[in-house]
């Protein structure tokens, strides 16, 4: 049985609050040394079940030619994965490889969870872009280095836009309400049909807020650390949400509630049910793996009808981090410094982690890239010149966020609370445990 979006949230934002403090207080300033005979390292990541596959082949690759090093895999699902590395965390007994998100980097790197890698003489770097490594620094610390980068997308299925008969929309010149009259058509075509499709999913997480927010010139987060949009703002991006249901474009309440919880291959998009979601660029070859069928990639739509104005930019995929706890550091930097620089490593995970900034990385993967993957990667290039320059990274005491925009979002949804009073509360809430984070 699913665990309650509202409670499973809850204990996510309270559970990592507390495991940090926790940590904070009984840290030591460094880690503890090395046994210097075989050891075992704990790795942990969420993903889908093609990243999980290969994962473990460059584990098992590792492990061929590092003997004295067991790598323990530890894969997890992006829903219950922070509740876990929380607890984990609290309890001192966090794994020694985790892959981190730039929402939870300043959380954990910023209370002295994670190692400043930057201290580990065994990971090599020169040859990483310097703008995705600043994205893993905080206060001047490397709490993570990037394993790619992304940006958020729309992604459309493209048998169903033909079943459908549905024109695929110009991403150059599209609004809000092209993309809301795109996708009721959608809908009411599968109605017709006696289908049980929709025509797009929802947009509810804090990429997703960022990206309406840098619309309106704004950003989620300032560069002081505090709250960077305005309520104004966060109310037309519930009202957008709420526009959705209105018009039967996306699903009702109850099942969008689901969709967001649930794993990659079981969402509404993976198994064929919406037409148009959104998504991570490196994602496309796991969506398509599921759907078999052929993803497009479009931009998001914007309110002038101007790609220069759709708050697009990039964003580091996830970042490698290493446990300020771990009692094997050398070893663990090890593991880190494989994954980012051997191109064996790099042949099999490929884009699944983002495109990699790692040129050398670059070269040697071009020539295996997919279709699915070399038109992620003409994407990303070609909507660079439109680009905003990225977000600030987000404070201490924000990692709970993502859980209040879907909180607030399903409140909108099930008609709990108006959009305009969905801001407030968000914003309240958001502010205080920020606030809280700097006491």
Same mark, same amino acid.
Not at 21 to 28: D, N
């Given at each position: 049985?699913?665990?309650?979006?509202?409670?499973?949230?809850a204990?996510?934002?309270?559970?990592?609050?507390?495991?940090?403090?926790?940590?904070?207080?009984?840290?030591?300033?460094?880690?503890?040394? =090395?046994? +210097?005979?075989?050891?075992t390292?704990?790795? /942990? $990541?969420?993903?889908? &079940?093609?990243?999980?596959?290969?994962? %473990?082949?460059?584990?098992?690759?590792?492990?061929?030619?590092?003997?004295?090093?067991?790598?323990?895999?530890?894969p997890?699902?992006?829903?219950?994965?922070?509740?876990?590395?929380?607890?984990?965390?609290?309890?001192?007994?966090?794994?020694?490889?985790?892959?981190?998100?730039?929402?939870?980097?300043?959380?954990?790197?910023?209370?002295?969870?994670?190692?400043?890698?930057?201290?580990?003489?065994?990971?090599?770097?020169?040859?990483?872009?310097?703008?995705?490594?600043?994205?893993?620094?905080?206060?001047?610390?490397?709490?993570?280095?990037?394993?790619?980068?992304?940006?958020?997308?729309?992604?459309?299925?493209?048998?169903?836009?033909? =079943?459908? +008969?549905?024109?695929?929309?110009?991403?150059? /010149? $599209?609004?809000?309400? &092209?993309?809301?009259?795109?996708?009721? %058509?959608?809908?009411?075509?599968?109605?017709?049909?006696?289908?049980?499709?929709?025509?797009?999913?929802?947009?509810?997480?804090?990429?997703?807020?960022?990206?309406?927010?840098?619309?309106?010139?704004?950003?989620?987060?300032?560069a002081?650390?505090g709250?960077?949009?305005k309520?104004?703002?966060?109310?037309?991006?519930?009202?957008?949400?709420?526009?959705?249901?209105?018009?039967?474009?996306?699903?009702?309440?109850?099942?969008?509630t689901?969709?967001?919880?649930?794993?990659?291959?079981?969402?509404?998009?993976?198994?064929?049910?919406?037409?148009?979601?959104?998504?991570?660029?490196?994602?496309?070859?796991?969506?398509?793996?599921?759907?078999?069928?052929?993803?497009?990639?479009?931009?998001?739509?914007?309110?002038?009808?101007?790609?220069?104005?759709?708050?697009?930019?990039?964003?580091?995929?996830?970042?490698?981090?290493?446990?300020?706890?771990?009692?094997?550091?050398?070893?663990?930097?090890?593991?880190?410094?494989?994954?980012?620089?051997?191109?064996?490593?790099?042949?099999?995970?490929?884009?699944?982690?983002?495109?990699?900034?790692?040129?050398?990385?670059?070269?040697?993967?071009?020539?295996?890239?997919?279709?699915?993957?070399?038109?992620?990667?003409a994407?990303?290039?070609?909507?660079?010149?439109?680009?905003?320059?990225?977000?600030?990274?987000?404070?201490?005491?924000?990692?709970?966020?993502?859980?209040?925009?879907?909180?607030?979002s399903?409140?909108?949804?099930?008609?709990?609370?108006?959009?305009?009073?969905?801001?407030?509360?968000?914003?309240?809430?958001?502010?205080?445990?920020?606030?809280?984070?700097?006491?």
């Amino acid at each position: 049985m699913k665990t309650s979006l509202r409670t499973s949230n809850a204990v996510k934002a309270i559970a990592t609050a507390a495991a940090v403090a926790m940590l904070a207080a009984g840290c030591s300033s460094s880690p503890s040394s =090395d046994s +210097g005979g075989n050891v075992t390292v704990r790795f /942990t $990541w969420w993903g889908n &079940d093609l990243r999980n596959k290969e994962t %473990q082949q460059v584990i098992d690759a590792f492990q061929a030619t590092h003997p004295n090093i067991k790598v323990q895999a530890e894969p997890g699902v992006w829903s219950s994965y922070w509740d876990k590395l929380a607890t984990t965390t609290a309890a001192n007994d966090s794994p020694d490889v985790i892959q981190m998100d730039q929402a939870y980097i300043a959380e954990y790197g910023g209370r002295g969870a994670l190692l400043d890698l930057s201290k580990q003489s065994n990971i090599e770097t020169s040859k990483i872009d310097q703008d995705a490594l600043k994205s893993g620094q905080v206060t001047g610390k490397q709490y993570g280095l990037s394993t790619g980068q992304n940006a958020k997308a729309v992604m459309i299925n493209t048998k169903l836009f033909k =079943d459908y +008969g549905v024109a695929i929309p110009d991403d150059k /010149t $599209w609004t809000w309400d &092209d993309y809301a009259k795109t996708a009721a %058509q959608i809908a009411a075509a599968a109605g017709k049909a006696g289908q049980a499709n929709y025509g797009s999913s929802y947009s509810l997480t804090d990429s997703d807020l960022n990206t309406w927010a840098m619309q309106h010139g704004e950003s989620l987060y300032s560069a002081d650390g505090g709250l960077g949009f305005k309520e104004a703002t966060a109310t037309s991006f519930f009202q957008n949400v709420l526009n959705l249901r209105n018009q039967g474009a996306a699903p009702p309440a109850n099942i969008a509630t689901e969709d967001i919880s649930a794993p990659v291959e079981q969402t509404l998009f993976a198994t064929g049910k919406t037409a148009m979601s959104w998504w991570w660029t490196n994602q496309v070859n796991a969506l398509q793996s599921a759907l078999k069928t052929d993803v497009k990639i479009l931009r998001a739509p914007s309110s002038t009808g101007s790609a220069k104005d759709n708050g697009m930019s990039y964003k580091p995929s996830m970042f490698w981090s290493v446990s300020s706890r771990s009692k094997h550091p050398k070893e663990a930097a090890e593991v880190v410094n494989y994954m980012l620089n051997n191109l064996d490593s790099a042949k099999t995970i490929l884009t699944e982690r983002g495109f990699p900034t790692n040129s050398d990385v670059q070269t040697a993967i071009d020539p295996l890239l997919t279709a699915a993957d070399k038109a992620a990667a003409a994407f990303l290039k070609d909507i660079k010149p439109d680009l905003k320059s990225g977000p600030p990274v987000p404070p201490t005491g924000s990692s709970g966020v993502q859980a209040l925009i879907q909180r607030y979002s399903t409140d909108v949804l099930f008609d709990r609370k108006s959009p305009s009073d969905a801001a407030k509360g968000l914003m309240q809430e958001a502010q205080a445990m920020i606030d809280s984070a700097r006491k």
